[in-house]
């Protein structure tokens, strides 16, 4: 199936993360113990679906996330290695569908779907700062 950026279906793309202390739960204040946080497994997700695609976009887009929807089912330890695995599984106009999971040692620690949205980088910007622009102090 064809979309506009010629970006795949079903292309499975695969980094590794290796769980150091500002990844763990105690770190970040999301938990009491030593274990991969939710709020990382979350970033690996979104990191790997971003490299996924940058070869697709034309200079200067970029992709951002829209929407996070994954269970944090297994727990992986400070200093383990986790094996993130993301796989397009739809393009709609400027919004890419990933399927999402991360692996310690073949063991399912989440997984789920991730959305993207293709953005040029300068009119991303601008529409930022024109909104700070009209912000109004309360």
Known sequence: MSNEYNIPLNLECREEYLVREEHTAKHIGSGEVEVL???SMILFMEHTAL???EKYLPQ???TVGIRVDVKHKNPAPK????EV????RGVEGRKI????KALWKNIIVGEGIHERFIVNKEK???KLKSLMKNETLE
Do not use: Q
């Not at 569908?97 to 999402?100: D, L, R, S, T």
């Open 37 to 39: 946080s939710t709020p």
């Open 51 to 53: 490299k996924c695609v």
């Open 60 to 62: 200067n887009y970029t």
């Open 79 to 82: 200093g383990g290695k986790v």
């Open 85 to 88: 695995v993301s796989i397009i």
């Open 97 to 100: 569908v990933f399927e999402v």
């Open 124 to 126: 991303f910007l601008e």
